[in-house]
């Protein structure tokens, strides 16, 4: 099989179902085929091919393209075509992956459903009256109905783990720091994280091979030594100490979901290892901590945006006060609007202490909780979200419903240890994700076990 003809079957995969899954925001169909033709130059010859030679990969939207249109499924970046390459595109470059196309999200990663993109709504392909979950629903749902071999998006509050576990693929987000985020449109600096999204465990760390390590251009990039993650799948998980917290499994989480999990830790207790139930007692204050610190980061990250230095700029302003207000006005949506007045008034002078300060000392909480565990466990196991994949339109309208979605992914970014989500069966026809959470750099362990049990 050449480069050419599997680039080609992604497009024809596409062109068969995108009209109902609606995962691409924009194509790269001929700078794809002009990659293909030149990869398919090197088959044949003796040159050196790349760990993930020829691979069509999918890009969420908000990780930028040189030259391909990248609008973080915004009015306001419709038209936004960038100047350089993230440092994740890059090393996917160097790889000799083919990049099919940027896909849809929540604007700016603001969301749990894709129903806030800018542009349509993407779908979940197991049951398209579903949502395919958020904010990298493009990215998850390209990769679970085939039209690309897999995808990144990025992961700020959950926005991997969720979709992936809604559409019954893999998804890691890394460990704070593991991947670069130069390229990646920030949203919350201080948790975004670029994560790979897969069918296969097996296939997840091959991506995150190559795209992990220090990146001079990112200055929270961490100066670590990347393992060979694939030595670590070796189907051992004998004596393993799994922790399962019990706010994890209690209350407002759905019974089938309840189940599963339950399923999958018998079956790793068949494989040698051992669970018991603990307890994140600062859990509760989570999503709370999360959506104050986010919303915080976000408003400062935003107002990059005022019609000057990038995409759209209204017309007819009498002003620059005007052209700005109008510019934002028209170019954000609402939930980015209503993320960017809470994220005002929590860092305003006076309110600073109550709020801000207040969720910077709860989030130090809240990481203890996880360092305490790691100090007798080697994993720490619940489901990834407390439901399957909802109704488009169901918590739409209730941005609290959605926001309490979030409540079992936020924490570890609070925490900013890494997390897998790995399809653990179905309940009522609908994927079930397992939520897999090791220490800080211990993606290999996390692999480990999310591969023993896949
Ligand atoms: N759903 C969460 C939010 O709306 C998380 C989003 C994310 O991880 N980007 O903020």
Request: with cysteine; glycine share 10%.
């Amino acid at each position: 099989l050449s480069v050419s003809e599997l680039v080609q079957a992604s497009y024809d995969r596409i062109s068969h179902v995108e009209e109902k899954v609606k995962a691409f925001v924009t194509l790269n169909e001929e700078g794809a085929k002009e990659t293909a033709r030149k990869l398919d130059e090197k088959l044949g010859t003796d040159a050196a091919r790349g760990l993930l030679f020829g691979l069509p990969v999918g890009v969420k939207d908000n990780i930028v393209t040189k030259g391909l249109r990248t609008t973080c499924s915004s009015k306001i970046l419709e038209n936004y075509d960038p100047v350089h390459n993230a440092t994740v595109v890059e090393r996917l470059r160097n790889a000799e992956t083919v990049t099919i196309g940027k896909l849809n999200m929540d604007e700016f990663a603001m969301g749990s459903s894709n129903e806030n993109s800018g542009f349509f709504k993407t779908r979940n392909p197991w049951n398209t009256e579903h949502v395919p979950g958020g904010s990298s629903g493009g990215s998850a749902a390209s990769v679970a109905a085939g039209e690309v071999f897999f995808s990144l998006g990025s992961d700020t509050g959950g926005s991997v783990r969720q979709p992936a576990a809604f559409c019954g693929v893999v998804g890691l987000k890394p460990t704070y720091g593991l991947v670069s985020r130069y390229g990646l449109v920030a949203f919350a600096s201080s948790l975004d994280q670029i994560g790979p999204i897969s069918k296969t465990v097996e296939d997840n760390a091959f991506l995150l091979q190559s795209i992990a390590g220090h990146d001079n251009l990112d200055s929270t990039s961490a100066n670590v030594d990347i393992p060979d993650y694939l030595s670590q799948l070796t189907g051992d998980v004998k004596g393993l100490k799994i922790a399962v917290p019990k706010e994890y499994i209690g209350e407002g989480v759905e019974e089938g979901v309840r189940e599963k999990v339950m399923e999958a830790l018998k079956q790793l207790e068949k494989l040698g290892a051992t669970w018991e139930e603990v307890s994140l007692p600062h859990s509760k204050y989570a999503v709370a901590t999360y959506y104050l610190l986010a919303s915080s980061e976000a408003s400062a990250n935003l107002a990059r945006f005022d019609g000057v230095r990038y995409g759209y700029r209204a017309d007819d302003a009498e002003n620059l006060i005007e052209m700005y207000k109008k510019s934002r006005s028209e170019g954000f949506g609402d939930e980015v609007k209503r993320r960017i007045m809470l994220g005002t008034f929590a860092l305003s002078s006076g309110y600073y202490d109550a709020y801000y300060k207040k969720a910077q000392q709860v989030r130090t909480l809240i990481k203890q909780d996880f360092d305490k565990v790691f100090e007798d466990y080697d994993v720490v196991i619940g489901p990834t979200a407390p439901t399957t994949a909802f109704k488009i339109g169901e918590k739409i309208d209730d941005p609290l419903t959605m926001y309490v979605n979030d409540i079992l992914t936020i924490p570890i970014n609070l925490a900013g240890v890494p997390a897998i989500s790995v399809p653990c069966g179905l309940s009522n026809g609908l994927p079930v994700g397992l939520q897999i959470i090791g220490k800080h750099f211990d993606e290999g362990k996390v692999f480990r076990v999310a591969h023993a049990f896949e």
